[in-house]
């Protein structure tokens, strides 16, 4: 399985979590994990509930998309056909919906090829021929979604999406409709065997997606130092980062910001959009010296 992932947004992996729902957990703490679920999901960050983004948002896609147990079932599965006139064996996903509806487990069979050129509500995606979502294909909306409950890009597949241009928004939205991939499972989007292909690009390309502090960040600071040039990475004023626990085990809690300000000194100073609220460490193990 080959994945490109080249976002035209900052992606950091942290877990933003509040004190009601400060916890670490183990591979044996299933259970203390379901009966937290809730509280964490609700601290979570999900770029569709992001005010920043809103303008972008489709606006049906909430009324289309999060909508529970849709009543999708595996013997609903539908093989597309492109019926090509023209030998192509393409298919518009704006043409789709007379073979798949929003609880059918829609697959794109090898040799053909699906273009989004619209929305697309289905039950599941399964892609064994390819999928193209880029400005061509979407030149008609600035932006369009794909729902489904799983996206899986199985054995000689390739889901490729490249957005280019920064007036264009493109949405993949993971629904909760029962839908379940033997490998996969439910509410998911990936590749499976060796010769599956995810590719997804944007306009924006970022060099690195996540550093580490130069110095420690403690209770009150606005002012947080790397160890990388943030210029030189790609990071922006408007950006959202997150700063992970840097206590032992991941324990401790994380804090999301805004990038107000980058410095112009080349010392990889960035100003917050707030305060930090928790202490963060910065501590540094040499290599040992060479050996002659």
């Given at each position: 399985m080959r994945i490109i992932y080249s976002i035209s947004f900052?992606?950091?992996?942290?877990l933003i979590i509040d004190q009601t729902t400060e916890a670490a957990f183990d591979q044996g703490d299933e259970n203390a994990y379901?009966?937290?679920?809730?509280?964490?999901?609700?601290?979570?960050?999900?770029?569709?509930?992001?005010?920043?983004?809103?303008?972008?948002?489709?606006?049906?896609?909430?009324?289309?998309?999060?909508?529970?147990?849709?009543?999708?079932?595996?013997?609903?599965?539908i093989?597309?056909?492109?019926?090509?006139?023209?030998?192509?064996?393409?298919?518009?996903?704006?043409?789709?919906?007379?073979?798949?509806?929003?609880?059918s487990i829609c697959t794109i069979p090898p040799g053909v090829t699906l273009r989004m050129d619209s929305s697309l509500n289905v039950g599941a995606l399964v892609v064994r021929g390819s999928l193209e979502w880029n400005d061509i294909t979407?030149?008609?909306?600035?932006?369009?979604?794909?729902?489904?409950?799983?996206?899986?890009?199985?054995?000689?597949?390739?889901?490729?999406?490249?957005?280019?241009?920064?007036?264009?928004r493109g949405w993949i939205y993971i629904k909760d409709d029962g839908a379940v991939h033997p490998v996969l499972r439910s509410?998911?989007?990936?590749?499976?065997?060796?010769?599956?292909?995810?590719?997804?690009?944007?306009s924006r390309q970022l060099l690195r997606t996540w550093s580490l502090l130069s110095e420690p960040l403690r209770i009150g600071d606005r002012y947080m130092k790397l160890l990388h040039n943030p210029v030189y990475m790609g990071w922006?004023?408007?950006?959202?980062?997150?700063?992970?626990?840097?206590k032992s085990k991941s324990r401790g809690t994380g804090q999301e910001f805004?990038?107000?300000?980058?410095?112009?000194?080349?010392?990889?100073?960035?100003?917050?959009?707030?305060?930090a609220q928790h202490d963060f460490d910065a501590d540094f193990y040499?290599?040992?010296?060479?050996?002659?």
């Open positions: 900052l992606v950091a992996f942290a379901l009966a937290n679920f809730d509280l964490i999901d609700a601290a979570s960050y999900a770029a569709i509930d992001d005010p920043s983004g809103a303008s972008s948002l489709p606006s049906d896609l909430l009324a289309q998309c999060k909508k529970e147990n849709n009543g999708v079932r595996v013997d609903s599965e093989n597309v056909d492109a019926s090509p006139t023209d030998g192509s064996n393409i298919i518009l996903s704006s043409n789709l919906s007379s073979q798949c509806q929003s609880n979407q030149q008609q909306y600035s932006s369009i979604y794909l729902c489904a409950g799983f996206v899986a890009v199985e054995e000689g597949g390739a889901f490729r999406m490249d957005l280019q241009d920064q007036g264009n509410r998911s989007f990936g590749g499976v065997g060796s010769n599956s292909i995810v590719e997804i690009t944007g922006k004023v408007g950006d959202r980062i997150a700063i992970a626990p840097t805004r990038i107000v300000h980058v410095s112009d000194d080349n010392d990889g100073t960035i100003t917050l959009s707030q305060a040499p290599p040992p010296p060479p050996v002659n």
